[in-house]
């Protein structure tokens, strides 16, 4: 991938999106765990970006708590 640009980082929430200029796909990249911590990171879907085009920030938000709550279920899409 060639370098990635910021598009939104969250500290508060910790996690970021990033935008891959070569492919126009965008990544999201998020901190999980308590003790031991980890990133999880994925493409957005097309009806991921199109739900961050419609309400922004707070899809973001929305994405990051369920993929804290539930990171098994991105397993399959993380790239990290």
């Known amino acids: 991938m060639s370098d990635l640009e910021l598009?939104?980082?969250e500290e508060r929430q910790m996690y970021?999106?990033?935008?891959?200029?070569?492919?126009?796909?965008?990544?999201f990249i998020i901190l999980v765990g308590g003790i031991g911590q980890y990133l999880v990171q994925?493409?957005?879907t097309a009806d991921e970006y199109a739900s961050y085009q419609?309400?922004?920030?707070?899809?973001?938000?929305h994405l990051a708590a369920e993929v804290r709550t539930r990171p098994e279920f991105y397993d399959n899409r993380?790239?990290?």
């Open 7 to 9: 598009v939104f980082m």
């Open 16 to 27: 970021k999106l990033k935008r891959d200029p070569e492919s126009n796909s965008y990544l």
């Open 78 to 80: 993380n790239k990290a």
């Open 42 to 44: 994925f493409p957005l």
């Open 54 to 61: 419609k309400d922004g920030k707070s899809y973001l938000d």
